[in-house]
Nanobody, 124 residues
Framework: QVQLVESGGGLVQPGGSLRLSCAAS????????AGWFRQAPGKEREFVGS???????YLANAVKGRFTVSRDNANSMVFLQMDSLRPEDTAVYYC??????????????????WGQGTQVTVSW
């Protein structure tokens, strides 16, 4: 089992940047892929980006070129760097980690460990 705690959310103006961090505890972190998902009010949770155990990344079309996913296995951390933020990026962002699945994926069913979420609001 992996426990996840996100941080770094907040209020930012359009065009600004935020960096989300996800701290993981538990031995299984380095075994599998990690990912970020988000859920806006009234909408279903959607895929943002993922990173394989070896560091290969996969981003949703809506954020490609603006967001970057990275991981630091030595310190059990996952990051989401968000640049050129837009109002439509406003959502609760969730970190997820798979205990067993190693490849980058947009399928949230592959992830069996989830954080509590952190709010990101993009507004003037």
């Amino acid at each position: 089992q992996v426990q996840l705690v996100e941080s770094g959310g907040g209020l930012v103006q359009p065009g600004g940047s935020l960096r989300l961090s996800c701290a993981a505890s538990g031995r299984a972190f380095n075994n599998g892929a990690a990912g970020w998902f988000r859920q806006a009010p009234g909408k279903e949770r959607e895929f943002v980006g993922s990173i394989s155990r070896s560091g290969m990344t996969y981003l949703a079309n809506a954020v490609k070129g603006r967001f970057t996913v990275s991981r630091d296995n030595a310190n059990s951390m996952v990051f989401l760097q968000m640049d050129s933020l837009r109002p439509e990026d406003t959502a609760v962002y969730y970190c997820a980690v798979s205990s067993t699945y190693q490849l980058r994926t947009a399928d949230e069913k592959r992830f069996d460990n989830w954080g509590q979420g952190t709010q990101v609001t993009v507004s003037w």
